[in-house]
């Protein structure tokens, strides 16, 4: 047999091999590599080949999966610079701005308050992660800042990459959040919504000479607008992150702000939709049930004062004042 190749028993070729391991292990249990995520349809740098940036072939790491031309910053820092980058990014896809748990029943206008407190919660989160990014890229920036114009312009480019992952998390967030408040308002193809909101059936009398009105508080119109509002709000939140390029380049970026880019996405708009559908079918199940109440007009539509004074001015018997009650008797405590 012929000896082993000088190559393979170098102790170079065994050191990178060890290398290639540890990151390949680093990758495998990155939690942004389930099966399903979205974010595997990215050009993600986790999924290029490890034989692109060979330290056998540079010293110096060739990102072409990332830029199509050449930066130099070394292997492995590269490696870990982008599996920190993609990592910051599902975190951000994964901190999301509506918390339903299907146990609470809001009362009043406390929905609204626990999601305002929420969303500033998982706002600061968010900032930290965007600063991190931030932070990792300006720290690559250091090894090539003093480095000529070609080099600059590939490190626009590399931004830019890294900035369409920043987009896709956040669009990520805010669809997955929408899904959240949708399966609290419509359920889902396996499960009926769980209550979410606690009404009161109340007898509203606006003023002398008006006639009574039954209506649930708080009423149908402001549940819908607090939902509504929310749905609209959670764009709204994202709106202070700024693009990479306007960050970490002298050139501004020519993409359009996230928020616009996001508000304009069609998943977003269906869900949006059906959130808006399923508070207006809920309003329609509440008002026919209110319809129910219509048989007991007569109690609260008869004015009272006028009554009683007939009563008076009659003076009818006992029999009469019998008869009087028995006709509220079909009205039971439970019916109250």
Same mark, same amino acid.
């Given at each position: 047999?012929?000896?082993?190749?000088?190559?393979?028993?170098?102790?170079?070729?065994?050191?990178?091999?060890?290398?290639?391991?540890? =990151?390949?292990?680093?990758?495998? $249990?990155?939690? @942004?590599?389930?099966?399903?995520?979205? @974010?595997?349809? @990215?050009?993600?740098?986790?999924?290029?080949?490890?034989?692109?940036?060979?330290?056998?072939?540079?010293?110096?790491?060739?990102?072409?999966?990332?830029?199509?031309?050449?930066?130099?910053?070394?292997?492995?820092?590269?490696?870990?610079?982008?599996?920190?980058?993609?990592?910051?990014?599902?975190?951000? $896809?994964?901190? @999301?701005?509506?918390?339903?748990?299907?146990?609470? =029943?809001?009362?009043?206008?406390?929905?609204?308050?626990?999601?305002?407190?929420?969303?500033?919660?998982?706002?600061?989160?968010?900032?930290?992660?965007?600063?991190?990014?931030?932070?990792?890229?300006?720290?690559?920036?250091?090894?090539?800042?003093?480095?000529?114009?070609?080099?600059?312009?590939?490190?626009? =480019?590399?931004?830019?990459?890294?900035?369409?992952?920043?987009?896709?998390?956040?669009?990520?967030?805010?669809?997955?959040?929408?899904?959240?408040?949708?399966?609290?308002?419509?359920?889902? $193809?396996?499960?009926?919504?769980?209550?979410?909101?606690?009404?009161?059936?109340?007898?509203?009398?606006?003023? /002398?000479?008006?006639?009574?009105?039954?209506?649930?508080?708080?009423?149908?119109?402001?549940?819908?607008?607090?939902?509504?509002?929310?749905?609209?709000?959670?764009?709204?939140?994202?709106?202070?992150?700024?693009?990479? /390029?306007?960050?970490?380049?002298?050139?501004?970026?020519?993409?359009?702000? =996230?928020?616009?880019?996001?508000?304009?996405?069609?998943?977003?708009?269906?869900?949006?939709?059906?959130?808006?559908?399923?508070?207006?079918?809920?309003?329609?199940?509440?008002?026919?049930?209110?319809?129910?109440?219509?048989?007991?007009?007569?109690?609260?539509?008869?004015?009272?004062?006028?009554?009683?004074?007939?009563?008076?001015?009659?003076?009818? /018997?006992?029999?009469?004042?019998?008869?009087?009650?028995?006709?509220?008797?079909?009205?039971?405590?439970?019916?109250?």
């Amino acid at each position: 047999s012929s000896p082993p190749s000088p190559l393979l028993s170098s102790p170079l070729l065994s050191s990178v091999l060890r290398s290639y391991v540890l =990151v390949l292990v680093l990758v495998l $249990s990155s939690p @942004l590599l389930y099966l399903s995520s979205p @974010l595997l349809r @990215l050009s993600s740098p986790l999924l290029a080949s490890p034989l692109l940036a060979s330290p056998l072939l540079s010293s110096k790491l060739t990102i072409t999966h990332l830029t199509s031309s050449p930066l130099p910053i070394r292997s492995s820092s590269s490696w870990m610079t982008n599996l920190a980058i993609s990592r910051q990014c599902g975190l951000i $896809s994964e901190l @999301l701005l509506v918390r339903v748990d299907g146990k609470t =029943v809001y009362r009043d206008l406390e929905f609204e308050g626990d999601q305002q407190a929420h969303q500033q919660a998982q706002l600061q989160r968010l900032h930290s992660a965007h600063q991190d990014i931030v932070a990792i890229m300006s720290r690559v920036y250091e090894t090539f800042r003093t480095d000529g114009p070609e080099v600059q312009q590939h490190w626009v =480019v590399y931004t830019e990459k890294m900035d369409g992952l920043v987009e896709e998390a956040l669009r990520l967030n805010i669809k997955w959040s929408l899904q959240e408040l949708s399966k609290a308002i419509n359920g889902d $193809s396996k499960t009926s919504p769980n209550p979410l909101f606690r009404v009161q059936v109340v007898l509203r009398h606006e003023g /002398p000479g008006a006639t009574s009105q039954v209506e649930f508080s708080p009423t149908l119109q402001k549940l819908a607008q607090i939902v509504n509002n929310i749905s609209c709000q959670l764009i709204g939140t994202i709106s202070v992150f700024k693009r990479l /390029p306007d960050l970490l380049t002298r050139r501004h970026s020519q993409r359009k702000p =996230v928020r616009c880019i996001i508000e304009q996405d069609e998943e977003i708009g269906k869900i949006q939709a059906a959130v808006a559908a399923g508070m207006t079918a809920n309003a329609g199940h509440l008002q026919a049930y209110l319809k129910t109440w219509d048989k007991h007009r007569e109690i609260w539509e008869i004015n009272k004062d006028p009554f009683i004074r007939r009563y008076q001015r009659l003076n009818p /018997p006992v029999s009469s004042f019998d008869a009087d009650i028995a006709r509220f008797d079909p009205l039971t405590a439970s019916e109250l």
